[in-house]
């Protein structure tokens, strides 16, 4: 799909198998708004390398690489944003609404548990920022990613990302 600085498509490793995305951003090498944004692309990258390290609430970053007049960059893929979840009838239901109200007494605990588990996860990973004093400046449903969980507890794991504004 298209992010703000770029275009991002989904790719499988067959050498780990994990799942990835590759945001690509135009540098505009040459023009006169071309070093800024290069300089203001490759300062995301410095930023997102150094706090993925270490917090598994931050969208995991893999690599970068300068292609032509591109950058690259390589990271973990989540499989939707929280805006999503929240806004699309179809998807991922939060129980934003009155639907919330009409679920069963099992529903809404699990619903409670995932809510919890959001805004615990997103808690650990501006905790994470602080610690490193990086200041992330962008925290909004559209820059938080949730990815399908394996094993027990809530569904969904929220990561924080997009660190174009740190």
């Known amino acids: ?7 991002v498509s989904r790719l499988l490793s067959s050498i780990d198998g ?5 945001k690509r951003v135009p540098l505009h090498r040459g023009s006169s708004e071309g070093g800024a944004a290069e300089s203001a ?6 930023i997102h390398r150094l ?18 007049p591109e950058l690259l960059v390589c990271m973990e893929a989540c499989d939707l944003a929280l805006w999503d ?30 809510r ?9 990973a501006v905790r994470h920022l602080c610690r490193l004093r990086v200041l992330h400046r962008d925290v909004n449903p559209w820059n938080v990613f949730l990815a399908a969980r394996e094993g027990a507890g809530p569904a969904w794991a929220a990561k924080l990302g997009d ?3 740190a």
Do not use: N, W
């Not at 799909?1 to 275009?7: A, K, M």
């Not at 692309?41 to 410095?46: F, N, T």
């Not at 919890?116 to 650990?124: K, V």
């Open 41 to 46: 692309a490759l300062h995301e990258v410095r």
């Open 1 to 7: 799909g298209q992010g703000t600085s770029g275009e």
């Open 51 to 68: 706090v993925s390290a270490g917090c598994a609430s931050i969208v995991r970053y893999a690599f970068s690489h300068t292609a032509g």
């Open 116 to 124: 919890m588990a959001i805004a615990t996860e997103l808690c650990a």
């Open 163 to 165: 660190f174009g504004l």
């Open 85 to 114: 979840a929240l806004t699309q009838p179809d998807g991922l239901r939060l129980g934003v609404g009155g639907s919330a109200a009409c679920a069963s007494p099992a529903d809404q605990e699990q619903l409670r548990a995932q």
């Open 18 to 22: 994990g799942r990835y995305v590759v």
